[in-house]
T-cell receptor, first 111, second 114 residues
Framework: KQEVTQIPAALSVPEGENLVLNCSFT??????LQWFRQDPGKGLTSLLL?????REQTSGRLNASLDKSSGRSTLYIAASQPGDSATYLC??????????FGAGTTVTVRA | NAGVMQNPRHLVRRRGQEARLRCSPM?????VYWYRQLPEEGLKFMVY????????ESGMPKERFSAEFPKEGPSILRIQQVVRGDSAAYFC????????????FGEGSWLTVV
């Protein structure tokens, strides 16, 4: 059974600092991995999707890496802004619709 | 192009009542998924439906929960005789196919059982 762990559970940084969010998973037989953003009382916004054959994906200030063999992914957010405050969720897919989610890292960026 | 639409966004029910949550997938999507997010936990898969068919309900509790996706109209997640432990956020997602595609999530329906 796939287990997804996100560390830390919460993170508070001053504006401008780079953010590093970690995700680990127990079963390396994944099809892809996604990072989502969730604002309070809101749904999920997909940030980055990394296929199992890829090592990283980038979008603007966001960069996600994937090391499938070690079961790890890292989301980097450069030059954080108060608007980046949210909960970030990592989810892995075995190739179908059953995403396995971590419990998330709640980020607060202080102005 | 509207996203995945869920309603109601917030629902309060007394113990023993029924809760009905509705989901309209994105235009052109025929695959619908329901996930549940319990407090302090990650989202957990509940059920996968296509029009008029339940494809996989392995994540659904055995009793009181049911889901449908009729030929016309939204998908419905129905919880009968709700208990306090059913209080959670219920997310619907849709995709144009069952695998290998990005799944798009709705904004969720927050159920509170009092």
């Amino acid at each position: 059974k796939q287990e997804v762990t996100q560390i830390p559970a919460a993170l508070s940084v001053p504006e401008g600092e780079n953010l590093v969010l970690n995700c680990s998973f127990t079963d390396s037989a994944i099809y892809n991995l996604q990072w989502f953003r969730q604002d309070p009382g809101k749904g999920l916004t997909s940030l980055l999707l990394i296929q199992s054959s890829q090592r990283e994906q980038t979008s603007g200030r966001l960069n996600a890496s994937l090391d499938k063999s070690s079961g790890r992914s890292t989301l980097y957010i450069a030059a954080s802004q108060p608007g980046d405050s949210a909960t970030y969720l990592c989810a892995v897919s075995p190739g179908d619709y059953k995403l396995s989610f971590g419990a998330g890292t709640t980020v607060t960026v202080r102005a | 192009n509207a996203g995945v639409m869920q309603n109601p966004r917030h629902l309060v029910r007394r113990r023993g009542q029924e809760a009905r949550l509705r989901c309209s997938p994105m235009k052109g999507h025929s695959h619908v998924y329901w996930y549940r997010q319990l407090p302090e936990e990650g989202l957990k898969f509940m059920v996968y439906l296509q029009k008029e068919n339940i494809i996989d309900e392995s994540g659904m509790p055995k009793e009181r929960f049911s889901a449908e996706f009729p030929k016309e109209g939204p998908s419905i997640l129905r919880i009968q005789q709700v208990v306090r432990g059913d209080s959670a956020a219920y997310f619907c997602a849709s995709s144009p196919a069952g695998s290998g595609n990005t799944i798009y999530f709705g904004e969720g329906s927050w159920l509170t059982v009092v």
